[in-house]
């Protein structure tokens, strides 16, 4: 089974891995995440992340990291090999999950998984009225549902 190590800016892979808990309480097991704290030298941080990657206990690993070109995925790309570990940029959550529902494919398949998963996982969701309940008025000075 390939493990499945988050790395991101913290406590943005803790975060992701408590959602991982709450959907998938019995399926942790080499699902490990490392934050990256603000100020530590990437060095330090590597060194961490080599000792977390080592004791994952899989030999296939998918390396999940927040930002292409950020500390965390800098950091990824001298830990993975990309023959026994490959790395993704740009976690989100439906990607998450969907990796560790498919964690037992091989891990090219895997790649493939959580590509799906986090490209389907983001769409733009129409506001409709719920099946048998009044439309609700829209008022046009009404933003709270923008950010």
């Known amino acids: 089974m390939n493990g499945i190590f988050i790395i991101a800016h913290a406590p943005l892979a803790s975060a992701l891995r408590q959602c991982v808990v709450h959907v998938f309480p ?9 934050d990256v704290q603000p100020n530590m030298p990437p060095e330090e941080t590597l060194a961490q992340a080599r000792i977390l990657f080592k004791h994952m206990g899989t030999s296939h690993a998918l390396v999940l990291a927040d930002v292409f070109g950020a500390t965390p995925c800098n950091v990824a790309q001298k830990l993975v090999d990309g023959v026994n570990s490959k790395l993704i940029a740009g976690i989100n959550l439906p990607m998450l999950l969907r990796t560790v529902s498919y964690r037992h494919e091989p891990l090219d398949a895997l790649v493939v998984r959580a590509l799906a998963g986090g490209t389907q996982g983001v769409m733009q ?11 609700r008025k829209h008022d046009p000075n009404d933003h709270d549902h923008q950010q």
């Open 125 to 135: 969701v129409a506001i409709t009225a719920p099946q048998n309940q009044a439309k």
């Open 26 to 34: 019995d399926n942790l097991a080499g699902v490990v995440a490392l």
